[in-house]
T-cell receptor
């Protein structure tokens, strides 16, 4: 298996632009998690899905952030409009039972 | 409620010497515990997990951890450090309270290995 796939790996955008991050979980996994990692705040859980249904989005920082999982093999995290403070590494992870498997991350820079 | 405390933010070891990374947890339920490693500019990789079976857990790359309920600890050890062990290590607890396996991450321990 290729593992969790994220795209793009790097994204540089200007403040106010829309950003879409993509994730393909490991085939057969039924839970998907979006995290954000910064030096100041460490790893933060933004939202997670089980069987494509959002279970807990309490970590989403504000309405500018939204996430979807239209099917078992694809999820998106969208930021609209983006702000410089959104600059971070965004990780997607998937799981079937307990342990989570992480993708390589998307490094987002908002100027 | 669940929480995890990594007692050292930075650990420096010489190559070939033992490594000890300390982790204490708090959980209202019987927890599952994990250690993940993150190399620079990489994603998190699972090192090992404890899920209520044997209390001494062996993982990849020569790492192991011991679950001690009486001490609420899950310390990570390796007998002999290698240069490739330089990375950040995260201790994680999941107490299944929400049925979905939500993780609580520690703040991380940065490991430096000197020649």
């Amino acid at each position: 298996d290729a593992g969790v796939i994220q795209s793009p790996r790097h994204e540089v955008t200007e403040m106010g632009q829309e950003v879409t991050l993509r994730c393909k979980p490991i085939s057969g996994h039924n839970s998907l998690f979006w995290y954000r990692q910064t030096m100041m705040r460490g790893l933060e859980l933004l939202i997670y899905f089980n069987n494509n249904v959002p279970i807990d989005d309490s970590g989403m920082p504000e309405d500018r952030f939204s996430a979807k999982m239209p099917n078992a093999s694809f999820s998106t995290l969208k930021i609209q409009p983006s702000e410089p403070r959104d600059s971070a590494v965004y990780f997607c992870a998937s799981s079937f039972h307990l342990e989570q498997y992480f993708g390589p991350g998307t490094r987002l820079t908002v100027t | 409620a669940q929480s995890v405390t990594q007692l050292d933010s930075h650990v420096s070891v010489s190559e070939g010497t033992p490594v000890l990374l300390r982790c204490n947890y708090s959980s209202s339920y019987s927890p599952s515990l994990f250690w993940y490693v993150q190399h620079p500019n990489k994603g998190l990789q699972l090192l090992l997990k404890y899920t209520s079976a044997a209390t001494l857990v062996k993982g990849i790359n020569g790492f192991e951890a011991e679950f001690k309920k009486s001490e609420t600890s899950f310390h990570l050890t390796k007998p002999s450090a290698h240069m490739s062990d330089a990375a950040e290590y995260f201790c994680v607890v999941s107490d299944h309270s929400d049925s979905w396996g939500k993780f609580q991450f520690g703040a991380g321990t940065q490991v430096v290995v000197t020649p």
